[in-house]
């Protein structure tokens, strides 16, 4: 069993900068693929990145890419998010998520662990 606790979220204006970090607990996190997702009001939840267990396979939304980072500190048990040039197409509630297999997904479905999710609001 895994546990996931995103922190990190806020209200920043358009350019800004936000880092988001999710807290994992139990022995299987190094072992686990995990990812960012994000789901704005009225829209479907969707994939902004993803990275595997050991760190060397990682993917970005089209939408994201070149603007954000996913990294992943196994002795911390802790997955970040560092989002810059935030625009304000990126509000939305941000979730991490975590697989029991150790590839980097992109796909929801692929995720058996969820987080509570965390609020990002970036005013124009």
């Known amino acids: 069993q895994v546990q996931l606790v995103e922190s990190g979220g806020g209200l920043v204006q358009a350019g800004g900068s936000l880092r988001l970090s999710c807290a994992a607990s139990?022995?299987?996190?190094?072992?686990?693929?995990l990812g960012w997702f994000r789901q704005a009001p009225g829209n479907e939840r969707e994939f902004v990145a993803s990275?595997?267990?050991?760190?060397?396979?990682?993917n970005y939304a089209v939408s994201v890419k070149g603007r954000f980072t996913i990294s992943r500190d196994n002795a911390k048990n802790t997955l970040y998010l560092q989002m810059n040039g935030l625009k304000p197409e990126d509000t939305a509630v941000y979730y991490c998520?975590?697989?029991?297999?150790?590839?980097?997904?992109?796909?929801?479905?692929?995720?058996?662990?969820w987080g509570q999710g965390t609020q990002v609001t970036v005013s124009s």
């Open positions: 990275i595997s267990a050991n760190g060397g396979v990682r």
């Open positions: 998520a975590g697989r029991i297999w150790d590839g980097a997904s992109v796909k929801d479905n692929d995720y058996t662990y």
């Open positions: 139990g022995r299987t996190f190094s072992r686990s693929g």
